[in-house]
């Protein structure tokens, strides 16, 4: 069986190696994304016969990805202009199991955005029943890699991060946004 995140013995993403789409400023924007939808892989099963909790963040990374090249970042765009986007932090919520085989729909929305930053917020739905299997919110930073420290990104990429969020800035905020770790304890 193999791996369709392994390339030449590391990882790498379904979507590695294809170039970005088109961006048609005219286009209506999805509130919100839907960009990816894969099914259950065998190899993401682990010993108690779901899926392994890393590879929530594996398929919440292939989202990731997915929406980048929606935006117009892929390798040329890191190749060519020494930029790229990196997660600087990440919360998962596992609020359901997923089981070998079963498909997984995943949305993102674009909660905010700064001429550096974008926070972003993952849902993964049973692409069948539509039970929320899992939430993810990160904090993308752009980056120039040869300096190794964040940078403002080019005006064409803000703005279409901007035209997302202003869009799906109707969007009701997930419940899991922001939300701490910790025990919650009950007060006599």
Not at 98 to 105: D, I, M, R, S
Not at 166 to 185: D, F, K
Request: contains cysteine; proline residues 7%.
């Amino acid at each position: 069986m193999t791996d369709p995140h392994k390339k030449n013995g590391r990882v790498s993403t379904p979507l590695e190696g294809t170039p970005a789409k088109p961006w048609n400023a005219t286009a209506p924007i999805s509130a919100p994304l839907q960009l990816h939808s894969p099914k259950v892989e065998a190899q993401w099963v682990d010993y108690n016969g779901h899926m392994s909790e890393s590879c929530y963040l594996l398929v919440f990374g292939d989202n990731s990805d997915a929406f980048f090249r929606h935006i117009g970042i892929d390798e040329r765009y890191r190749d060519d202009q020494g930029l790229s986007l990196y997660t600087v932090e990440t919360h998962i919520h596992n609020i359901r199991e997923a089981a070998e085989g079963q498909p997984l729909k995943l949305t993102l929305q674009v909660l905010d955005v700064d001429p550096k930053r974008i926070h972003i917020f993952h849902s993964m739905f049973h692409g069948e029943s539509g039970d929320l299997l899992a939430t993810g919110e990160q904090m993308l930073l752009h980056v120039n890699m040869s300096e190794g420290r964040a940078a403002t990104m080019p005006a064409w990429l803000l703005e279409r991060v901007q035209a997302i969020h202003q869009t799906h800035a109707s969007l009701p905020r997930p419940a899991q946004v922001g939300a701490a770790i910790g025990i919650r304890r009950k007060t006599p």
